[in-house]
């Protein structure tokens, strides 16, 4: 009965509501205005095709699977270096106010296990983006502080908007502390972008990739072939690495 409900809620909630609407033009314009009914019906086709896990776990695992997540004995580095993915501005906190992402709330609880195991310095990167968004670097100090780390194991770059400023304003910073060797820490399906932009400004990271969104192995099942706007969300997040990685490859 669960999956039944889960069926039918997918075509009632948007993307599935969309789709719905979408297919009853391309029947009721098929025999008056055929061409127009065709490019409607690729239209629905893209957007369902779009909107099903079965594409979107497929696109975002492939960005996930490009770096293997190294063990502990295979660290080899100087600095953890973490990158933001958003931040609330004014949200109530333990100890104060704003709260990360989920995506950046995962970077940071990876960094600050790391840094318990290795010791490591940490360094957070992401500023504030938008004028009712937090600032990432400034709200992940206080959480790591609350988290234990020590204030002098911690640095902060809170002025980056893109991964590209991430990489840019980290650099200038590590090269001022004499740090050269940074694992960077991100969600895996960022990471591959993430280490083309900070191999143009001139540093090797070692990736360590987090917040995975796709179970490893995946399986098959008929739920996944249901629109939802939650895989929409996730192919448009691959979608925009990969352009992004694309753009980083023409700048090169």
């Known amino acids: 009965m669960i999956y039944i409900i889960k069926f039918l809620y997918s075509f009632v909630l948007p993307p599935g509501l969309f789709l719905v609407l979408l297919f009853g033009i391309v029947v009721w314009l ?6 127009v009914a065709m490019v409607l019906l690729a239209i629905t086709v893209l957007l369902y095709i779009s909107s099903i896990s079965i594409v979107s776990n497929f696109l975002i695992g492939s960005l996930e699977r490009q770096y293997p997540q190294p063990t502990i004995a295979e660290l080899q580095g100087d600095v953890i270096v973490v990158l933001g993915a958003g931040a609330s501005k004014g949200t109530p906190d333990i100890d104060g106010t704003g ?18 195991i290795t010791g490591l310095p940490i360094l957070f990167s992401g500023g504030q983006v938008f004028s009712d968004s937090g600032n990432e670097a400034d709200i992940a100090k206080r959480q790591l502080l609350g988290m234990g780390v020590e204030e002098s194991k911690l640095m902060v ?11 840019n304003n980290t650099a200038v910073i590590l090269k001022e502390k004499g ?9 895996g399906f960022h990471l ?3 280490v083309m932009q900070f191999k143009r400004v001139g540093l090797t990271v070692q990736p360590f990739p987090t917040d995975y969104w796709v179970s490893q192995p995946s399986s098959m099942y008929f739920s996944k072939f249901y629109p939802s706007a ?9 979608i925009k690495e ?5 753009a980083v490859k023409i700048k090169n």
Not at 30 to 35: A, D, G, I, M
Not at 99 to 116: E, K, P, W
Not at 242 to 246: C, F, R, S, T
Request: proline letters at 3%.
């Open 30 to 35: 098929w025999r008056s205005q055929f061409n």
């Open 99 to 116: 709260n990360m992402y989920g995506s950046a709330g995962n970077r940071l609880i990876t960094a600050a296990r790391l840094h318990r």
């Open 157 to 167: 770059e809170n002025r980056s908007l893109n991964t590209a400023q991430n990489a």
């Open 179 to 187: 740090l050269s060797h940074p694992i960077l820490v991100t969600s």
């Open 192 to 194: 591959p972008r993430s």
């Open 230 to 238: 939650s895989a929409m969300s996730s192919t448009a997040t691959a």
């Open 242 to 246: 990969y352009l992004g990685m694309l």
